[in-house]
C-alpha cells in the first residue's frame, strides 16, 4: 500500500509529489494525459515568483524532473474512481484494470479546455479549431486565424499568434475583457492584432478544414462571415471531476474543499484548478500541492 496517491501530474499534483517524497512518504502521482497540466498550453510564463520568464512546457519538464528525482512514480493511467476510507485504506481503479491502495488520497485533477457546443466543433478539431496556441500555431505562419475568448488565455494566445500569423482576430462576447489590462495594453499595440466584440461565433464554415466561421452580434443581433484559416478556442477551462462526483463532495463541479485543502471525506485531500477556490493561478495551484501534501502527511502521521 502506497501511503499517499496522486490523481493528476501538473503543477498542483507534481508539488504535491515533491513535498510528499521530501518527509519520506511512498507516493504514486497517476496521470491520465501527459505530465504538466495545463501550463504546457501557455507560451511564456512570467509571473511565478523568482522567475522572471520560462516557457510553460520549460516550467513542466523542470517540475517533473524535481519529483521524479525525489523519488516520486508518475504513472500514466487515468483513474476511473475511488473506493475504501480512511480507517481501511483507499482503493483507486484505473482505466488499464488494475487498482492500487494507500492511505491517503490528493485529486490534483485540474480542468479541461472548455468547447464552444456549437455545431461541427468536434469534426473540425485539427482542421482548422484548435485549444493550443503554442502546439498548434506554428501551422498558422502568414495565415489568417481568430482567437475566441476575452481571458488571460485568449489575449495571451493572440499576442504569440500575431508573432506568425498574417493578420489575428481576438473575437469576444463583450466590449470589456477580463485579461490582465498590462496583456490587453500590449495586444492593441500590435498592428496585425484586431479586436472583434461583443461578438459570438455561431457557425462553423469549411470542408473539410475551417474556412470561415458566422459571427453574431450581441448588441444588435447581426451577423457577419469572417474568414480565417484556424480558431484558437481559449473559452476557459472545466474541471475534470466527473469521475468523483460520488466519492466527494463538488460545488459547481469544482472539488469542494478550503484553503487547507481538505474535502468532506477524511483522508482525501483536493489541489490545483480543480478545488473550489477565487484564484487560478500557476502560483496558487503549487501553493495548493504543498498544503494539501502536508495535510495529508499530518493525516497519515496522527489520524
Ligand atoms: P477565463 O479567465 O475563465 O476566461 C474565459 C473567457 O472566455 C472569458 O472572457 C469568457 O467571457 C469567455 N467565455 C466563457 N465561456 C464562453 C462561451 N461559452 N462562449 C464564448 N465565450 C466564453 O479563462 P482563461 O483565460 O483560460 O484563464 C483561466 C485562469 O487562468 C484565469 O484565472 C486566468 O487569470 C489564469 N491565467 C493566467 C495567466 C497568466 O497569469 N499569465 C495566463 C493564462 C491563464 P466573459 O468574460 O464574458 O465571461
New binding site residues.
Partial sequence: MADIIIVGAGPAGLSAAIYARRAGMDTVCYEAMAYGGQIIN?PE?E?YPAIAHISGFDFAQSLYDQATAFGATVVFDRVTSIGGDAEHGFTVSLESNATATCKAVILAVGAAN?H??IPREDELIGKGISYCATCDGSFYKGRRVAV???????V?DAIYLAAMASHVYLI???NE??AEDALLKACRALPNLELITPY?ITALEGSPKLTSMVLENRENGSTERLEADGLFV????EPKTADFRDTVKLSGGYVEAGEDCRTDVRGIFAAGDGRTKK???LTTACADGAVAALAAIDFIRLG
Avoid at 234 to 237: L, S, T, V
Fill in positions: 501557455t510564463v509571473n472548455r464552444m457546443g475566441y475568448g476575452g481571458g488571460n488565455t485568449a495571451e469576444h462576447r463583450r475583457f477580463r459570438v481559449a473559452i476557459g477551462q484564484v487560478r493561478q
